[in-house]
């Protein structure tokens, strides 16, 4: 590879909000936007929320002029949402569901029946190797009383260590996504502490579109308005995150969103801004003053997001046991119920009141176990993440301690030596 390598990237990522019968204008939407990544060209364009395969396939066909590969990231019942189109061949690809997702008896968010995920797929660019991950985290929906806060930080986690055991042999790693999480949120410092991403809106050189930032604003028609009440400019929660490893340097030239309407247009793609980056990847970084050594004190936010991030699992699980407590003293009920109906219909007496009766205890058993069961997974997969932290977070602590070990007294004699030879 030449020394004076340089790659340019355009990038586009959305939230496409299509959710079949409900979304508005979904379908005009959906030709709007294959119309303008046509227009536009982007080297990429990672997508979340496009619920149907149809709509896919839609895209697929109307974009394979220009994007000559493409894949459709399926999980769960519904499907996880994510898709891409690449301009380049795609060497590889995966994805990893997470363990947590909410709660199937909440149908009314459907968190649970999409299966989130995290996509991965590899490009090779005149010699370098880019990782490129799509993702979309679970909603918050009540950020005053968020119960869904111990799953997105558990999921978080997971995104980190999945792009930290699948990016070693990466040169560039690219993240992209509706995290619904804002930028000083737990789950978010998390995911940057430890993958050592960049976020483009904070590193750009030149910015342009909705104000901070934000890629859920009050200007587009499509926003539930009373949900940003206590946001008047808006929430920043889609991402365009990266790094570059192995001796290479990205930066991000220019970084714009768009502000509530179709650029060509006037009406929105989505109920979220997109985001549209292009990145410069260079062989080698510019010439600049050598950084100092790291104190130790500079790993204290990683230490610290750790173990607030360990506390929040901790809660997470402590409720998920309660409710499989609870889910046990409804089954419980419901057996007894049961032998009761059983004494009585031996003795041959109130059938009527045994009859009316029998249905609803199999129902209690029936389903406190379904939920035992579940809350039961949830508190294992708490625990699980939980245990990774802790051992994350005794790790950090050790290397922190190594720095603010002393040096030892031979060492120390020899360097004072060294220094009254030179006086």
Request: glycine residues 8%.
């Amino acid at each position: 590879m030449k020394p004076n390598f340089s790659l340019r990237l355009k990038v586009f990522n959305l939230n496409c909000w299509g959710i079949p019968y409900l979304s508005k204008h979904r379908a005009d939407r959906m030709k709007r936007l294959g119309d303008f990544l046509n227009v536009e060209s982007f080297d990429l364009a990672l997508l979340e929320e496009v619920w149907s395969e149809q709509d896919f396939q839609y895209l697929r066909q109307k974009l394979s002029p220009t994007y000559r590969a493409a894949h459709y990231f399926r999980s769960g019942v519904i499907g996880s949402g994510l898709c891409v189109f690449s301009k380049h061949p795609i060497q590889e690809l995966t994805q990893h569901v997470y363990s947590l997702n909410g709660y199937p008896y909440m149908i009314h968010h459907g968190d649970w029946f999409c299966g989130k995920a995290v996509g991965l797929l590899v490009l090779h660019l005149s010699g370098l190797v880019l990782n490129v991950y799509v993702t979309h985290l679970h909603a918050e929906y009540n950020r005053q009383k968020d119960i869904y806060l111990a799953h997105r930080v558990a999921q978080a986690w997971e995104l980190a260590q999945f792009i930290h055991h699948t990016s070693k042999k990466a040169d560039v790693v690219l993240l992209c996504g509706d995290l619904n999480m804002h930028q000083e949120d737990l789950g978010c410092c998390l995911l940057k502490e430890w993958t050592g991403l960049h976020d483009a809106y904070l590193e750009t050189r030149d910015f342009k579109g909705s104000e901070e930032g934000n890629t859920m604003i009050p200007q587009n028609c499509y926003v539930t308005q009373q949900e940003l009440e206590p946001f008047p400019f808006g929430i920043r929660i889609d991402y365009v995150l990266y790094k570059a490893v192995s001796g290479f340097y990205i930066s991000c030239k220019t970084l714009e969103t768009t502000t509530g309407h179709d650029p060509h247009r006037g009406t929105p793609f989505s109920d979220h801004e997109a985001l549209m980056a292009t990145l410069y990847v260079r062989h080698s970084p510019p010439e600049q003053n050598p950084s100092p050594i790291q104190r130790p004190a500079e790993r204290s936010p990683l230490i610290s997001v750790l173990r607030e991030a360990w506390t929040e699992l901790g809660l997470g699980m402590a409720q998920a046991r309660w409710w499989a407590t609870f889910s046990g003293y409804v089954i419980g009920l419901g057996l007894l119920l049961l032998a009761l109906l059983c004494i009585l219909a031996a003795r041959g007496g109130a059938w009527e009141a045994a009859i009316l009766l029998w249905t609803p205890s199999v129902g209690l058993v029936l389903g406190g176990g379904a939920v035992y069961l579940f809350h039961m997974q949830e508190a294992k997969g708490l625990y699980r993440a939980q245990a990774e932290l802790q051992h994350a977070l005794g790790r950090a602590r050790e290397a922190r301690d190594l720095e603010l070990e002393p040096q030892p007294a031979p060492l120390l004699e020899q360097q004072e030596g060294d220094r009254a030879e030179e006086q």
